[in-house]
Nanobody
Framework: QIKLVESGGGLVQAGGSLRLSCAAS????????MGWFRQAPGKEREFVAR????????YYADSVKGRFTISRDNGKNTVYLQMNSLKPEDTAIYYC????????????WGQGTQVTVSS
């Protein structure tokens, strides 16, 4: 019953921006820390960003820090990833994931949305 659905991916030119959304259902959204991950072709999935259940604290991978911003709207059960100054190396499938605020690790994952950045 728990479902995470990403949207907002697409094809953009280097230097452009995209805003990804992840809509959650079937869980008490405010009890979950949320994260964004990505997987590029031929590479392992990597961490991108996370935000605490309250939205008051965020953390980013060094590769995206200063360019990406994670946020959430607990009233809409949605987490966002604003991506600016995109680079070709940002090309990947982006996944959102939910982690219980009372546990470690991510328990639920979305299906992913493709982001392609052309040079």
């Amino acid at each position: 019953q728990i479902k995470l659905v990403e949207s907002g991916g697409g094809l953009v030119q280097a230097g452009g921006s995209l805003r990804l959304s992840c809509a959650a259902s079937g869980l008490t959204f405010s009890n979950y820390n949320m994260g964004w991950f990505r997987q590029a072709p031929g590479k392992e999935r990597e961490f991108v960003a996370r935000i605490l259940w309250s939205g008051g604290s965020t953390y980013y991978a060094d590769s995206v820090k200063g360019r990406f911003t994670i946020s959430r709207d607990n009233g809409k059960n949605t987490v966002y990833l604003q991506m600016n100054s995109l680079k070709p190396e940002d090309t990947a499938i982006y996944y959102c994931a939910a982690s219980s605020r009372f546990q470690t690790g991510y328990d639920y994952w979305g299906q992913g949305t493709q982001v392609t950045v052309s040079s």
